[in-house]
């Protein structure tokens, strides 16, 4: 009796794709986000249409970046309508499909059609239609082709009504026979290859490459809709792929009726089990606690203290009434006669702008767009069932990241432009709290043109550093041969985005920011008041002789640690849909997981500044931003334990792209928690400082 193996739904590349409705100006591309969806009118059909079957892409199931084009295969073609020789000159066999959007190519997906000739439910004799070919002798190269793909678990993908299948292009067996008796009976594909080191295989046995040659595609319909395909291979079909042997495959067609309804047919591919696992809720609630925790420490720990510093402060400073001489458990604050410590000591440099003031500026506006961006991206994502399920469309996502990313520009350049305008005035020789000049080009980085050098900055930081990474990747993808590069007109298009949308909107965005006119109390004609304390002329000397937590070096890695520590397990299930085959659909919870980073990087980064500052240095600025970017160190480094010990990737192709990828996630994660660092630090360092009194 012949078994079959049911292909069932195993991978969809879910990193990115979104369909784009052409736009001339800035409305039309924030409409094109507005998607047709599944229950477009390209999905109904009636009696006799042709149904086109496209191809995606084929390759090793350990590497998902090593996928090449379907007929890269000696495969033949269909002997139909469509085929090479016999066919008409409009046959579209091995055509490229139109994409729908950017981010359909740049997600790596090339449709191509098979060259089948298929019709919507034909008959309903529940024969299968047959189509077949032959291919000619199989030459050295040829057979050495199919026999890595054999060897390497190569598998193949394929869309019929943007509906994916998946089909194994054989096995390494002792003998077709033994196929037989390693497959279970209604098996998938790939669901094989999750227990074949469980095998039985003598190992004295040598290994031969199969190739199945019978494959058949069942195609469930309900009225005019395609509700659901699936692919079998036959293991009675695998043969030999030897050199001079000609194969003859066959592709069975069947159609079906079923009573399931069109908007729940993409819910079969969603591993509900595994994403709503009770481990996963678990790490939530856990982080949850954690946010808890912190708060609770934060409330306990620095207000208290703080309000004890206040105290001891007023005291010093003989202002009795206000400070006492006994805090609240009736012990004494301070002797009257001691000499002030802590972090009031610092209060005329803690406004000082911090080194290199262009580059922080740029640095921190990148981050807020990238703050911006991830929010954006997350709530199109959780707003799916307005728009179209994100899962449901390729590329949907990345073209949505480009977009928001585009449209968010304006964010990076007003965040940047201001904060260089506060901090200008400080970072010369002589500032003090009051502006109302230009800033002095006698300090670092605080020129003239500096605001230019700001601007320039802020353009080109995360541009440049992503376009140097991919550009590595695209090299290896070109000398690999594989379809996971950026073609030359996408890079075109996305050139032209970023210098007709993206540049000009930052530009607008850093003037906007220099000249937006700065909160603060007046002080007199044309002046403001930008800070709590007046910077000093000359700054203050740092202290060497700290004790261990006065050290920034060593608070900042305990800092990235809790802050990792509330995201590690959201981010073992992004790692899993990015590269274990999984479709990424839970968004709201990744929604709450961002919302709690954030939440957890603040207060974190609050506890090292208090701890810096009491420690007489006021350097806090580049300290807060590394508090809450070294979450990207240990972010990188499980992305290192996820690839040795959570997948089979091998090979140079394979592991540039992973690290690649993985080293731009990182950064862009390490910018954005060290810019909400900075931001909760910031607010933290006025607050307390707004409250004592100096002379």
């Not at 009636?46 to 970046?65: C, I, R, S, T």
Request: glycine share 10%; hydrophobic share 45%.
């Amino acid at each position: 009796k012949r078994r079959e193996r049911k292909g069932r739904p195993a991978r969809y590349n879910t990193k990115f794709t979104m369909r784009q409705n052409a736009a001339a100006t800035l409305v039309l591309a924030a409409s094109s986000f507005v998607l047709q969806g599944a229950s477009a009118a390209g999905n109904r059909y009636k009696a006799g249409d042709k149904v086109e079957l496209w191809v995606n892409k084929v390759g090793p199931y350990a590497n998902p970046q090593e996928a090449f084009e379907y007929y890269a295969l000696p495969y033949c073609a269909p002997e139909t309508e469509h085929h090479p020789v016999t066919g008409s000159d409009t046959s579209v066999f091995n055509s490229i499909k139109s994409y729908s959007g950017i981010g359909e190519r740049l997600g790596g997906n090339v449709l191509r059609h098979t060259g089948h000739d298929l019709t919507f439910a034909p008959d309903t004799s529940n024969q299968p239609i047959v189509e077949e070919c032959s291919t000619g002798e199989l030459g050295k190269e040829e057979s050495d082709k199919f026999a890595k793909a054999a060897r390497d678990q190569w598998f193949y993908q394929m869309y019929l009504d943007d509906l994916p299948v998946w089909g194994m292009v054989g096995e390494m067996l002792p003998d077709a026979e033994g196929a037989k008796g390693q497959l279970h009976a209604g098996e998938s594909d790939l669901a094989h290859l999750d227990r074949e080191a469980d095998m039985a295989l003598d190992p004295n046995l040598p290994l031969k490459p199969y190739v199945y040659t019978e494959r058949t595609l069942t195609i469930d319909y309900n009225a005019d809709r395609i509700i659901k395909v699936d692919l079998t291979s036959d293991p009675a079909s695998l043969v030999e792929a030897n050199p001079g042997s000609k194969l003859k495959f066959r592709t069975f067609i069947k159609w079906q009726r079923t009573d399931a309804e069109f908007h729940s047919r993409f819910d079969r591919y969603l591993d509900h089990a595994f994403f709503k696992h009770q481990i996963h809720w678990f790490s939530v609630f856990n982080s949850f606690m954690m946010v808890l925790f912190l708060t609770g420490l934060v409330a306990l720990i620095l207000l208290r203290t703080l309000r004890r510093d206040y105290a001891r402060y007023a005291l010093i400073t003989g202002d009795e009434e206000e400070g006492g001489e006994v805090d609240e458990d009736g012990k004494p604050l301070v002797d009257k006669h001691s000499e002030e410590s802590g972090w009031k000591q610092v209060h005329g440099d803690v406004f000082r702008a911090p080194s290199y003031l262009p580059l922080f500026s740029a640095v921190l506006g990148t981050g807020w767009q990238l703050v911006v961006l991830t929010l954006g991206v997350i709530l199109f994502a959780v707003a799916g069932p307005i728009h179209g399920e994100v899962h449901e469309e390729r590329g949907e996502i990345l073209h949505a990241v480009v977009w928001i990313y585009t449209l968010s520009s304006a964010v990076s350049g007003y965040a940047s432009g201001k904060y260089f305008k506060l901090y200008s005035a400080t970072s010369g020789k002589g500032a003090g709290k009051g502006v109302d000049a230009a800033p002095s080009a006698s300090g670092p980085g605080a020129g003239p043109a500096q605001w230019q050098v700001t601007m320039f900055l802020t353009v080109m930081l995360l541009p440049t550093i992503s376009t140097v990474v991919l550009s590595f990747l695209n090299g290896v993808a070109l000398y690999y041969g594989t379809i996971n590069y950026i073609p030359f007109l996408a890079i075109f298009i996305l050139f032209l985005i970023w210098i007709f949308v993206s540049v000009p909107l930052c530009i607008l965005g850093t003037l906007v920011g220099r000249h937006t006119k700065l909160a603060g109390k007046g002080t007199g004609v044309g002046m403001v008041e930008l800070f709590p304390c007046r910077v000093n002329s000359i700054p203050r000397p740092i202290p060497t002789d700290v004790p261990w937590y006065g050290n920034p070096a060593n608070l900042v890695p305990f800092a990235g640690l809790l802050s990792f520590g509330s995201i590690f397990i959201e981010l073992y299930y992004v790692l899993t849909s990015l590269w274990n085959y999984k479709f990424y659909h839970v968004y709201g919870f990744l929604l709450g997981v961002y919302a709690i980073l954030v939440l957890v990087v603040g207060m974190t980064t609050v506890i090292v500044t208090y701890f810096t500052l009491n420690a007489e240095n006021h350097l806090w600025q580049w300290t807060a931003f590394a508090s809450g970017a070294s979450t990207a160190a240990y972010v990188f480094l499980y992305g290192v334990y996820y690839f040795a010990f959570k997948t089979s990737m091998g090979g140079f192709l394979q592991t540039a792209f992973y690290f690649g990828y993985m080293a731009l996630i990182s950064l862009n994660l390490g910018v954005l928690c060290g810019t909400i660092g900075h931001f909760t630090a910031s607010k933290f360092v006025r607050t307390i400082f707004q409250n004592v009194k100096v002379d």
